[in-house]
C-alpha cells in the first residue's frame, strides 16, 4: 500500500464559528469533525476540533498515468483552511512510492487544482463568513508519503528531497536525521516541507499531528507578516503626527494609541490561541513528533519574531503613552501659570482703582 497526501494551508485572516459553520453546511455537503482514532482522548487535547469537509474527487494524469485524487478540506476557528489532495493505491508495493512521488515532486502537476479548489472553496463558505478573503498566493505546503512497511528499495533522501542524485553523506545524514519510531517496524522521518511515515497500520493519528504543526506555522508567518505591516503603519503615523502642531499631534497620538492597544489585544489572543492549537500530554512518542516537526519547520523562529514585534508594539504604547502623559502634565502647567498671572493682573487692576 502506497499513499500521497499533498497539503496547502491558507488563512482567511478572521476567525470561524465551527459550530455555526458546521450546522449551515450540513444541510448541502457532508462534514465532520477531526477526532484521533488510536490514542487516549486525554493524550491530544485539542479545544476546538477542524471541521472537514468533502469535495468532489479530481483525475490528473502524468507521464501517461492516470490518478485519482480525494480532496479533503480543514476548516480551524483560528482562521486557517486546510485543502489536501490524496492519493492513495491498497494494492501498489511500496516499491513504487519513489516513483509516483517523483511524478509530483513539489506539488508538479496539482498546482492549479489548488487554485481551483480553493476558489471552489471560497464561494462555498462565502456566504457564511462575512467578508472572506483567502491570500491564494500566501500558504504553507506539505507533502506525506506513506506505506505500510519499511522498504529498503525507498530511498528516504530521494523521496524528501524531491529529486534523484548523488548526495554527499553529509547531505544525505542533514535529510533524514529527523527520524522516529515506535516499534521496530514503523518509522516516521521528518523534513522541512515533507514527511515519510512507514506503518503497517494507517498512521492517522501522526497525519493529523503533522497538519496541525503545518496549521500553527502558517498562523504564525502570517502574524508575523500582518505585525511587520502594521508596525511599519504605526511609524509612518508617528513620524506624520511629528510634524503636526500640538494640540493635533496630541489627538492623534491618542488615536495611535487606540490602534496600538487594539492590535496588541487582537493578536496577543490569536498567537496565545495558535500556540495552544493542540496539546499533547500524555503520549511520549507523539509528543515527540509534534515538536520535531514543528522544529523542523523552524516554529520557534517565527513564534520569537511575532513575540518581538508584540513587545515593540507595547514599548511604543507604552512611550506615546508617556509622551502624551507629559504633554498633558504641560499643558496643565501653563493653565496654572496663565491663572496666576490672571490673578496678579486682576489684583493689580482693582489696587489701581
Not at 548523488?166 to 527520524?179: A, D, G
Not at 498567537?271 to 500524555?282: G, H, S, Y
Request: one cysteine or more; a negative charge; hydrophobic letters at 40%.
Amino acid at each position: 500500500m502506497i499513499s500521497l497526501r499533498f497539503y496547502r494551508i491558507y488563512d482567511i485572516g478572521r476567525e470561524i464559528d465551527l459550530d455555526q459553520l458546521e450546522r449551515e453546511l450540513a444541510r448541502s455537503y457532508f462534514t465532520a469533525r477531526a477526532s484521533f482514532l488510536r490514542v487516549n482522548p486525554k493524550s491530544i487535547m485539542m479545544e476546538n476540533p477542524p471541521l472537514v469537509l468533502k469535495m468532489h474527487e479530481v483525475s490528473v494524469e502524468r507521464e501517461g498515468i492516470t490518478f485519482n485524487l480525494h480532496v479533503i478540506a480543514r476548516l480551524y476557528d483560528i482562521g486557517a483552511i486546510s485543502l489536501c489532495f490524496l492519493f492513495e493505491d491498497h494494492d501498489a508495493p511500496s516499491s513504487a512510492l519513489e516513483d509516483t512521488a517523483l511524478l509530483f515532486a513539489r506539488h508538479e502537476g496539482i498546482s492549479s487544482l489548488f487554485t481551483i479548489y480553493l476558489k471552489n472553496l471560497g464561494e462555498i463558505l462565502g456566504p457564511h463568513i462575512t467578508n472572506l478573503s483567502i491570500e491564494s498566493d500566501f500558504f504553507e505546503d506539505y507533502t506525506i508519503y506513506i506505506t505500510d512497511r519499511i522498504d529498503k528499495s525507498i530511498d528516504p533522501a530521494v523521496l524528501l528531497s524531491g529529486e534523484r542524485t548523488h548526495f554527499s553523506p553529509q547531505m544525505r545524514e542533514e535529510i533524514v536525521r529527523n527520524s522516529l519510531s515506535y516499534t521496530t517496524d514503523d518509522v516516521a522521518i521528518l523534513s522541512y516541507d515533507s514527511a515519510l511515515l512507514c506503518n503497517p497500520e494507517t498512521p492517522t493519528d501522526l497525519i493529523d499531528l503533522i497538519e496541525f504543526a503545518n496549521v500553527q506555522v502558517l498562523e504564525l508567518r502570517y502574524y508575523d507578516r500582518l505585525l511587520t505591516r502594521q508596525m511599519a503603519k504605526m511609524y509612518d503615523d508617528m513620524e506624520q503626527a511629528d510634524r503636526m502642531p500640538r494640540f493635533r499631534r496630541m489627538r492623534q497620538y491618542h488615536a495611535i494609541m487606540s490602534q496600538l492597544m487594539e492590535s496588541y489585544a487582537e493578536i496577543s489572543e490569536i498567537t496565545e490561541k495558535v500556540n495552544n492549537l493542540i496539546k499533547v500530554t500524555e503520549d511520549v512518542y507523539y509528543a515527540r513528533v509534534y515538536a520535531t516537526v514543528l522544529k523542523v519547520m523552524r516554529s520557534s523562529q517565527w513564534s520569537e519574531s511575532v513575540g518581538r514585534k508584540i513587545e515593540v508594539i507595547h514599548e511604543n504604547y507604552s512611550m506615546l503613552s508617556e509622551e502624551v502623559r507629559i504633554q498633558h502634565s504641560n499643558f496643565l502647567e501653563w493653565v496654572v501659570i496663565i491663572l496666576i498671572a490672571m490673578e496678579c493682573v486682576l489684583g493689580l487692576l482693582r489696587t489701581a482703582h
